[in-house]
């Protein structure tokens, strides 16, 4: 139709004069029958749905034609609700936008000195470039690509080096210690900055693990430790040591044998050791523990690039990974820009980009992946920004499909869910071949600030709270399927 961006958001703009009321959603009349079909005989109100839903808290949604931006229906779509992970859609604009979608990380060896007889004659240097998804299968091929040039013993230490991203701690600070979606971030990451917990009984004691597996690779390591404790609770404590990660687990939670990933909060450190481990069973020697680099000067032996930035972003859209998102924004955020000490910083940089360049004015979030829940967002935002995503055709084809019970919708999106906040984001199309572009939010935020940390993984009342979400967001599809693109 040849409509820009900026008539688009001019429609939405003009919403802003029909649904200004909190609780007043857009009239939209049922359509008229096409050819010999008839309109639906019933399509529930929006309003009637929301009531039969039970949710207690906020409901904020909006749903446009994807082709010329007119919002058909909305219901306080100015109000502002954490965005959860639909926040990684937002991410994903800005990433491709500064980073491009060809971008790459690069991991690379640095020789601190020469090369004589398979012996580097001073430190070899593991220097991250940022790559979310480096797992210990790639630094086997790293460590293999080195053997094959010869290198067999390393005359200095093994260092790394994380300086290509800020350290930071933790993701959100309001996280129970050992969720392993909340891991700590640098320049050098590996499997999601994440350790791999795993327990058996034997007799009436355990015998646990603690290592970095990555398909047929189980390196044990040392940065990480588990100690199994006679108590009732809590089932995990954690204490940081100067250079390791120091847990106990309750002895009366762990059964008979399991296992599950816990984070890392020192991902040089863990990522340097796999290595060290690696390239000793390949029979390259380092002595010495594994240290801190002050830069990543050095003669480049080996460079592994990851996979273009495009493909990262849809395996973070489709498993909601924190990590890739954090990364992916402070990088964008580095590209072109100054130095960014906290993902705070960052994610405001973000959202200032996403009010200049989509009319986002009213998003505001406090990191890159949606864990905070003190970011925030609008139904009318997300819709904006799900309408500029299609000038490239840059964000639909890497949205995940959402499944409703009628097969007559295609519906790709971003889930997003937090305790006592669920959201969703995306597309969705019918038989007319009309998409639209939706957000809906739904959050309970004095239920979810009264949770204590403890309570935070399992809150009572948590699962039947986001079903009724759930269910709202699939019968709202179904009705503007009905209504608007069939």
């Known amino acids: ?7 688009i958001l001019a429609g939405l703009g003009a919403l802003a004069a ?7 959603p857009v009239r939209v009349p049922r359509p008229p029958a096409r050819g010999t079909g008839a309109a639906p005989a019933s399509v529930d109100a929006a309003g009637s749905l929301v009531s039969r839903s039970g949710l207690s808290g906020q409901v904020g949604f909006a749903v446009a034609d994807a082709a010329t931006g007119e919002i058909l229906e909305a219901r306080n779509p100015d109000l502002a609700l954490p965005p959860a ?3 990684k859609t937002l991410t994903t604009l800005y990433a491709l936008d500064r980073l491009g979608p060809e971008h790459r990380f690069t991991t690379r060896l640095m020789a601190g000195g020469p090369v004589r007889n398979g012996r580097i004659e001073g430190d070899l240097i593991l220097a991250g470039g940022g790559d979310p998804v480096l797992d210990t299968r790639d630094l086997m091929e790293m460590v293999a690509t080195l053997k094959d040039l010869g290198v067999r013993e390393v005359g200095g230490r093994l260092k790394v080096w994380t300086g290509a991203l800020p350290n930071i701690y933790e993701i959100d600070g309001e996280q129970p210690d050992h969720v392993g979606y909340n891991p700590a971030i640098c320049g050098l990451n590996l499997n999601f900055n994440r350790v791999h917990f795993g327990w058996d009984r034997k007799g009436s004691s355990y015998q646990v693990s603690m290592d970095a597996r990555a398909g047929r690779y189980v390196p044990g390591v040392q940065v990480a430790r588990m100690q199994v404790v006679d108590r009732s609770g809590p089932v995990y404590t954690y204490e940081q040591a100067d250079r390791r990660d120091d847990w106990t687990v309750a002895r009366a939670a762990l059964g008979q044998s399991g296992a599950r990933w816990l984070p890392v909060r020192h991902p040089g450190l ?7 481990v690696l390239a000793w069973s390949q029979g390259i020697m380092s002595g010495g523990a594994v240290e801190i680099a002050d830069s990543d000067a050095g003669e480049a032996l080996v460079a592994r690039r990851s996979q273009p930035l495009r493909p990262i972003l849809k395996g973070m859209l489709e498993h909601s990974t924190n990590l890739t998102a954090e990364v992916s924004g402070l990088g964008a955020s580095l590209s072109g820009g100054g130095p960014v000490g906290s993902l705070a910083g960052s994610a405001g940089r973000m959202s200032d980009w996403l009010a200049a360049t989509h009319g986002l004015e009213r998003t505001r979030l406090e990191d890159h992946s949606g ?16 309408l500029a995503s299609q000038d490239r055709g840059e964000l639909r084809p890497l949205l995940k499909p959402f499944h409703v019970e009628d097969r007559r919708f295609d ?4 889930t997003g869910t937090l305790n006592f906040v669920s959201a969703l ?3 969705v ?4 071949g009309r998409p639209l572009a939706f957000a809906i939010l739904t959050a309970d935020i004095p239920r979810r600030d009264a949770l204590s940390v403890a309570e935070r993984e399992r809150p009572a009342g948590g699962r039947r709270w986001i079903g009724a979400s759930k269910w709202l967001q699939r019968e709202l599809l179904e009705r503007w399927g009905t209504l608007h693109a069939t």
């Not at 863990?270 to 060290?276: D, R």
């Not at 864990?371 to 799900?386: K, N, Q, Y």
């Open 371 to 386: 864990l905070g829940d003190d970011s925030r967002a609008t139904a009318r935002d997300m819709v904006r920004a799900m």
């Open 425 to 427: 984001t995306g597309f």
């Open 18 to 24: 029909t649904a200004a009321g909190a609780d007043a």
């Open 1 to 7: 139709m040849g409509l820009t961006r900026r008539d």
């Open 429 to 432: 199309s019918g038989p007319s």
């Open 85 to 87: 992970s639909t926040a």
């Open 270 to 276: 863990y990522a340097g050791e796999v290595f060290q």
């Open 411 to 414: 519906v790709a999106a971003k």
